[in-house]
């Protein structure tokens, strides 16, 4: 989903929890609500009839502002026709998931012997629209395809939602008005120009759009028309506009073609665990020199500096990464999501599964459970600065402070194991 973030920034653990997870109609990869979200939000008796009230009082003044800011009477007054409260937007925008997938269940997903198949088929499909875009753009077809793929399942889910009555809600009710109503304004200011209709213009209920889920400012940047028409149509059924657009987003981000995003490596022996970071930067050649190569046993090609990925500590896989790892980390910034970008797209390109082994028996920690590996870490001395649940770059150096004082291999990787050794403390 283009500069939209619900999927945390993870090292170690991915912390997701998707429609997809081992689902064989291969949807999109997208979050859904807790279970019995639905029961909690009703027991907090929403008065519906009352927050339409003070619904319709807001748009009366996000009227004056909307005008303001460009949007004519006549466009407002069309966007807004039959626009109500949409009270299961805001029950799923407060009970999204608490993130809680490993990266092997997510990547099993992404990368499922399905998506692959109905990707290549894609791909067969649109054939000439997609090496025409990347002949354009420089951006692999595979890649773009990928992120169709993760995005809407190839065009099969792409959101049935009012976008203009989802944004509205959540300017209005949401957690992050501000957010949501420049949303909203640039949302208006597309339906002004004409490139879609009220009626056409649907999309997930956070108001991510199309084949390729773009959010209207993203959109207002970077979306473009490919097809000459005279619209930029994410919307339709072809979906040239889309794909078109998603090559623009990754080109104007700095895609530099022919590195790939990443390359599987193995580790030496005694490997510093230390320079698994993303600072630590290297040609592979230079790694190679330091015993990583590729998982044929040979130096990985020198791409461009590099730097090495651990999303599963010590025990996983294990990845080169390079700049182009970083310009999808702009689409959405999950390393699971563009680890799975990035594996879907080689997979479609005929490149093989990932071949190291995935700690299957351990499981992701819930947001709960980081805190408190956060709270047990300070208090052990090693010191995350904050207790929010994100296992960012501070928790995991403490980590490996704490790894290294009991023996273990200094991975950083926040673990189900870490939090049980430091409860027995």
């Not at 994100?390 to 403490?398: D, E, F, N, Y």
């Amino acid at each position: 989903m283009v500069m939209f973030k619900f999927l945390p920034a993870i090292t170690g653990i991915v912390c997701l929890s998707t429609s997809a997870m081992a689902d064989p109609v291969d949807q999109s990869l997208r979050p859904q609500q807790r279970p019995g979200a639905a029961a909690q939000v009703a027991g907090e008796a929403v008065q519906v009839s009352s927050k339409n009230l003070g619904f319709e009082r807001w748009i009366a003044g996000f009227r004056k502002r909307a005008n303001a800011a460009g949007i004519s009477q006549a466009t407002f007054d069309r966007a807004f026709r039959d626009v109500k409260y949409n009270a299961d937007v805001i029950q799923k925008d407060r009970n999204q998931s608490e993130f809680t997938k490993t990266i092997w269940e997510y990547l099993d997903s992404a990368a499922s012997d399905t998506r692959v198949s109905n990707g290549r088929k894609a791909l067969q499909q649109h054939g000439r629209t997609l090496r025409a875009i990347e002949a354009k753009y420089g951006v692999d077809k595979e890649v773009v395809a990928a992120v169709w793929g993760l995005e809407s399942a190839y065009g099969t889910y792409r959101g049935s939602t009012n976008v203009i009555e989802a944004l509205a809600t959540l300017a209005y009710d949401g957690r992050r008005g501000r957010f949501f109503e420049a949303q909203l304004i640039d949302a208006l200011k597309i339906l002004q120009t004409g490139d879609t209709t009220p009626r056409n213009m649907t999309g997930s209920w956070a108001g991510a759009m199309g084949h390729t889920q773009f959010i209207p400012s993203s959109y207002q940047a970077f979306a473009v028309d490919f097809t000459g028409d005279g619209r930029r149509d994410i919307w339709s059924d072809d979906p040239a506009d889309a794909l078109a657009s998603t090559a623009s987003y990754l080109a104007r981000h700095g895609w530099t073609k022919g590195q790939p995003w990443g390359v599987e490596v193995k580790l030496p022996q005694g490997f510093n665990y230390a320079l698994a970071n993303r600072k630590t930067q290297k040609m592979p050649s230079e790694w190679a020199r330091m015993g990583v190569t590729g998982m044929d046993g040979r130096p990985v090609r020198d791409y461009g500096a590099a730097s090495v990925l651990l999303p599963a500590g010590a025990q996983g896989a294990a990845f080169l990464i390079f700049k182009n790892f970083a310009v999808i980390e702009r689409y959405n910034t999950a390393d699971a999501y563009v680890i799975g970008v990035g594996h879907l797209s080689d997979r479609l390109k005929g490149g093989p599964k990932i071949k190291s082994k995935w700690p299957r028996g351990d499981r992701a920690l819930s947001f709960a459970e980081r805190k408190e590996m956060q709270k047990l870490l300070t208090q052990n001395g090693f010191d995350t600065q904050k207790i929010d649940g994100k296992i960012g770059p501070l928790t995991i150096q403490a980590v490996r402070g704490y790894q290294r004082s009991v023996g273990m291999e200094p991975d950083g990787y926040a673990s189900l194991n870490i939090l049980k050794k430091l409860r027995r403390n």
